[in-house]
């Protein structure tokens, strides 16, 4: 059974940068992709970045894009999220998953519902 841990969430002023970092464990861990989503308060969580996990191709939401990006590091089974110049928007509860879902041709899982494993999520809170 896979389990995934967030870490990373805190605090911060607008502007400012945080990395998320969500480890995996597990007896094997051959995931197709793994991504993050975030849940701001009374709103429905969206997606905001997958990445592919053996080529490493990455696609974030168009609301992220510029700001934020997500790496891997496949030895650890860990993925990451970083976040700069962080907006009072940002502010969420954020989720990383993971699907062993295969898909041809390549493509980006962007639904909550496609994806099998969640952490429990990590908080985020930009202030003025």
């Known amino acids: 059974q896979v389990q995934l841990v967030e870490s990373g969430g805190g605090l911060v002023q607008a502007g400012d940068s945080l990395r998320l970092s969500c480890a995996a464990s597990g007896r094997t861990f051959d995931p197709y992709a793994m991504g993050w989503f975030r849940q701001p308060p009374g709103k429905e969580r969206e997606f905001v970045g997958g990445i592919f996990w053996l080529a490493g191709g990455t696609l974030p939401a168009d609301s992220v894009k510029g700001r934020f990006t997500i790496s891997r590091d496949n030895a650890k089974n860990t993925v990451f999220l970083q976040m700069n110049d962080l907006k009072l928007e940002d502010t969420a509860v954020y989720y990383c998953?993971?699907?062993?879902?295969?898909?041809?041709?390549?493509?980006?899982?962007?639904?909550?519902?496609?994806?099998?494993?969640w952490g429990q999520g990590t908080q985020v809170t930009v202030s003025s």
């Open positions: 998953a993971a699907t062993n879902a295969r898909r041809y041709p390549r493509t980006m899982p962007v639904s909550p519902r496609d994806y099998s494993y």
